[in-house]
Nanobody, 119 residues
Framework: QVQLVESGGGSVQAGGSLRLSCVAP????????MGWFRQAPGQEREKVAS????????HYVGAVRGRFTISQDKAKSTVYLQMHSLKPEDTAMYYC????????????WGQGTQVTVSS
């Protein structure tokens, strides 16, 4: 079992920055991949970024590449999503998730943190 708790969401103006945190005690013993997802009202959930817990390789969806950075601090059992140059279309509930299948599917989910970007 991996419990995940997100924080760091909020309301910012376009062009601003936020850093989301996902505290997941013991995740390195269970998960081999961690991901950030988002879901806007009326839209399907999409994966924003992922990181392999072993070597730290990362992957981003095209809409955020170059603006968002996923990272991990294993000592703190925390995965981060640094977001810069935020746009109104980034407005969504952001979820952290843990995968035991190399990012192919996600087994454990947090409850989410809301990000709202105003124009």
């Amino acid at each position: 079992q991996v419990q995940l708790v997100e924080s760091g969401g909020g309301s910012v103006q376009a062009g601003g920055s936020l850093r989301l945190s996902c505290v997941a005690p013991g995740y390195t013993s269970t998960a081999n991949c961690m991901g950030w997802f988002r879901q806007a009202p009326g839209q399907e959930r999409e994966k924003v970024a992922s990181i392999s817990t072993g070597v730290g390789s990362t992957h981003y969806v095209g809409a955020v590449r170059g603006r968002f950075t996923i990272s991990q601090d294993k000592a703190k059992s925390t995965v981060y999503l640094q977001m810069h140059s935020l746009k109104p279309e980034d407005t969504a509930m952001y979820y952290c998730a843990a995968s035991t299948t190399w990012c192919d599917g996600y087994d454990y989910w947090g409850q989410g943190t809301q990000v709202t970007v105003s124009s």
